[in-house]
Structures are given as C-alpha cells and as structure tokens.
C-alpha cells in the first residue's frame, strides 16, 4: 500500500461509491468517503426507491376497480391521502440512510462530511481539511436538467418532486425519458389530472420502436394526456396556479409543472477542469475500460461518466474498481446485454439490442413479437394488452434482443436476462417449457416470426 495518508478517497456516496469503498476496504485499502449531500445518493433518496415505492402507491386504485369490475369484490369509500404516503417514505429512506452510514462504517470506511475539492492529483480537501491519498475516485452521479427558460424556477424537477407539501389537482409533466414517463403513470394513478408533453415524435428514445409505439397507446388508454412534438417555451404565475406557454401558441395553466427533461453529469466545481480531467459529452469525464480518467490517479464510475446510468451499473462499475486497484486483478465493466425496466404503467423490460440496432449490426434477424390481453383482464374488461418481442440473430440462432410491455415486466426481465447473458438461442427458448397460464409463458411458445 501506499505511503499516503489514504490508499482511496471517494467523492459521492451514491450506490457506486459506496460500494467501491466498502469493497476496497474489505480488501485492506485505508479508504474515506466525503458526501455534501445525503448517504445513498440519488437512488436512495430521490430516485429509485422512493420511485418505487410511489408506483406500488398509484397501483391500487386500479386495482380496487379491476376487483369491483370482474372478481366479485365490493370495494367501499376509498381516499388517498399524501401526506401518509410521503412520510411513510421519508421514514424508509432515512432508515436506508442510517444503513449506509452502518455498512461504511463497519467496513472500516472514515466518512467525511461536506464537499470535496480536488487540490491536485493526491490531495483532496474537504471543509479546510486536506487529504493525502494515492487514489481519487469520482462517484458524484447526475443532477436533473432544467431548460432555460423565463419561469423555469417555478417548475419542480425529480429532486423536489417527492417531498411535496401537497398533491396538484393537474400536472404538466414536460420530457420524454424515463423519468417523466414514470412519473406520468404515477400521478396518473394518484387521481392527478396530467398532461406529458414531449418536444419529439415519440417517447423513450433509444428503446426498441415497438415499445415505444404500443406504451404510448396504453399509457393514453389509462387517461393521460400524451401530446408529441410540442414543448415549453416558458412558464408563468398565474392567480390559480401556473401557466405553461407552448411552442404551437398555445397555453396549459396546472398547479404544478415537473420538467423531467433528463439529466446530466454532476461533476463541476470538483477541481477537476483545473488538473486537466479530460471531459466529454454534456459534461461527462471520459474514462478508459477501467474507469481510470487521463490523469492516471483519478478514476471516475457511475453516472458522472455517462455511460449506463442505471444502479446496478454504478454497483458493478465499483467493484470492478476496486479489484483493479486493490487485488491486483486487472477488471474492466461488462456493459453488454444490461437489462432495465421502467416502472410505467403497464411497466417496460428489455434486455439486449433493440429492432434497429439488430439490424445494423447483423446481416439478418428474425423478429418475434406477441400482444395479448393477459388473462386477468378477461375478467375486467380492461382493454389494455401485453406486448412480447424477441430479436434473434439468424446466423447464430442467438437471441439478441428481448422487450416486454405488461404487468411485471422488471419480474420477467430479470430471469430472461440471464438466459441472454449465457448466450441462450432461439432453440434454447422453444425446448423451455413454460410456466401455465403466466404472460412469462409467451417468451417460449413464440414460433413464428413476423415479417420484414
């Protein structure tokens, strides 16, 4: 080990560096982390989890009409009240907060509390303090985007969103991401009367085309108000609430505006531009395949390179890290065959290439794709409907690509993702016997492929 005070200094104490830094330490590196902000990061305290938590909230009320309208339940006066939801969530989230510190600390990790700034390419200095450390890592995720716009301060982004002193009756959700789609479906489901606008043709650009088309026509059944093509071009204050003006000329007045308009690096005001850390697109520091920055001491995971921003990248980006630096074995991220969901309303899992890319990467392909109306709804009378796509590579009879719209779709993904993983083929899924009667069941009876 190093002479220095440190072996690592961590800056952001998100999934990513937590994880580097508990694992390094496991590893016999004198390790400390410094967080201005709050243990956990973005997905512990105003992303992933309290998300989640807001999409199981917005599912029961369709639920308890799916029970009324075909299972024989009488469901009585039913009120949703947000103040319980929100500080049910609170109270989780600050007892994530307390197992963090717990996890760091029993790990041997020091935790430093305030803002880092990088002195030069061994030395960091927090609140006056400065640390000699033969490593740096940069682990400080993303922060929301907000258009420049006049009125954009009267707008919420995802960071204010889950803390709320009460809920609007109607909301302008302005993105075309993840993020806003989400969101969308959940004050949808909360009785909220939303609008989602999106400056392109369609959303959830860079998910297969299928996807994209067939949510939109769901989420638009379940009664948002889903315009494309159209975008904000600034906000007022109006006596009633806000107003938003439209590229058409147009005007929306709500009680509340979320810009969900995507995310960039948060990597200013760190000291990195004054060393020299290279930087690319949108902000992002460029690293090579083992998260190592051009100055050869500084290394940077997570979404402040923008690569995969999704946690279990993060998780995986800081345990490779910390095999690189302190096992001496050499472990550069596997990027490939990532699986993610959206948490919509019918939620979305994929795993693998989409159509497109498919196309462009391979000679020939064989698409298979499936919509239902799964067996629940029988019985509901709801029209909504279950997508299933497979992409196979001709060729090799590899499955390439796999895509689901409908109920449990993370659930599902997550199985098949590692039958993707593995390198599973077309002949693999159709000798699979499924499990009966499930939607999952759809992915291994799929025999005929579609056309071109």
């Not at 002479?3 to 990513?16: H, K, P």
């Not at 243990?39 to 799916?66: Q, W």
């Not at 993904?413 to 593995?422: L, N």
Request: glycine share 10%; aromatic share 8%; net charge negative.
């Amino acid at each position: 080990m190093s002479d220095r005070e440190l072996d690592l200094f961590v800056i952001g104490a998100g999934s990513g560096g937590v994880r580097a830094a508990r694992f390094s330490a496991a590893l016999g590196a004198r390790v400390a982390i410094a967080e201005d902000r709050y243990l956990g990061g973005t997905c512990v305290n105003v992303g992933c989890i309290p998300k989640k938590l807001f999409v199981y909230a917005s599912h029961f009320r369709a639920e308890m009409e799916d029970a009324t309208a075909g299972f024989g339940w009488t469901v009585g006066s039913t009120h949703f009240d947000w103040p319980t939801l929100r500080d049910n969530k609170t109270r989780e989230i600050e007892r994530l907060n307390g197992i963090y510190e717990g996890l760091l600390r029993d790990a041997g990790v020091q935790l430093v509390d305030g803002r880092a700034t990088i002195l030069d390419p061994h030395q960091v200095e927090v609140d006056g303090k400065r640390y000699s450390t033969e490593n740096i890592l940069v682990a400080t995720g993303g922060w929301p985007t907000v258009p420049k716009i006049p009125g954009a301060d009267l707008a919420v982004t995802s960071n204010e969103v889950f803390a709320l002193d009460e809920l609007p009756g109607k909301a302008i959700i302005v993105g075309g991401g993840y993020i806003a789609v989400e969101f969308a479906c959940i004050f949808q489901g909360l009785g909220i009367d939303v609008v989602q606008l999106y400056r392109g043709p369609l959303f959830l650009r860079g998910f297969d085309s299928d996807v994209r088309s067939h949510l939109a026509k769901e989420i638009r059944g379940r009664g948002v108000d889903l315009r494309f093509d159209i975008n904000v071009t600034a906000i007022e204050k109006t006596d009633a609430g806000i107003r938003a003006v439209l590229t058409d000329g147009g005007t929306l007045d709500a009680d509340l505006i979320l810009f969900a308009t995507g995310r960039h690096p948060n990597a200013e005001k760190l000291g990195l531009e004054e060393l020299g850390v290279e930087f690319g697109k949108a902000g992002a520091i460029v690293v090579d395949e083992y998260s190592r920055t051009n100055i050869p001491s500084i290394w940077a995971i997570g979404d402040v390179t923008d690569r995969i921003n999704l946690t279990p990248v993060a998780l995986h980006e800081g345990v490779c890290l910390s095999q690189t630096l302190f096992a001496d074995n050499p472990r550069s991220p596997d990027h490939e065959n990532v699986p993610a969901a959206v948490f919509s309303q019918p939620p979305v899992g994929t795993v693998g290439l989409t159509e497109a890319e498919a196309r462009e990467k391979y000679d020939s392909i064989d698409v298979y794709r499936s919509t239902f109306r799964a067996l629940k709804h029988t019985l509901t009378g709801s029209d909504e409907r279950t997508l299933m796509k497979l992409i196979v590579d001709r060729a090799s009879d590899r499955v390439i690509g796999l895509h689901m719209v409908g109920p449990e779709a993370g659930e599902i993904i997550q199985g098949f993702a590692v039958a993707i993983k593995a390198g599973a083929t077309k002949a693999d899924f159709d000798a699979t016997l499924g499990v009966h009667p499930t939607s999952a069941e759809e992915f291994v009876t799929m025999r005929t492929p579609v056309g071109d």
